[in-house]
């Protein structure tokens, strides 16, 4: 039988870190990895790509969200799929939680 993860609260997952961003893998296998994003109000992650599909879910928080071309406001509640190879960005305007999902493997 497999073991199995369970976080009972995201948003209270951690401490938000006061001027930077902080990341906690919460869960990593073949197939996909788990990690959870807490950024401070005003920091962000520039624009890059993956080779994987990816799960963006905004669990609190503010953001401002570039997918591909797009732009899209965005908070707690918001989710985005994304194929291999888009660029995306996000920019935190508050405190907010965030939890990508890789697909490393899909079937």
């Given at each position: 039988m497999g073991s199995y993860i369970f976080v009972p609260n995201l948003a209270g997952h951690g401490q938000v870190?006061?001027?930077?961003?902080?990341?906690s893998t919460i869960q990593n296998d073949d197939r996909s990895k788990?990690?959870?994003?807490r950024f401070a109000a005003g920091q962000e992650l520039s624009a890059h790509t993956a080779p994987f599909p990816a799960l963006i879910q905004i669990i609190s928080g503010e953001v401002t969200l570039r997918l591909?071309?797009?732009v899209k406001e965005a908070s707690g509640g918001a989710f985005?799929?994304?194929p291999p190879k888009l660029e995306h960005g996000i920019h935190a305007k508050t405190e907010t939680v965030m939890l990508l999902t890789l697909l490393k493997n899909p079937a």
């Open positions: 870190p006061e001027q930077s961003i902080l990341s788990v990690i959870l994003f591909g071309e797009d985005a799929y994304m």
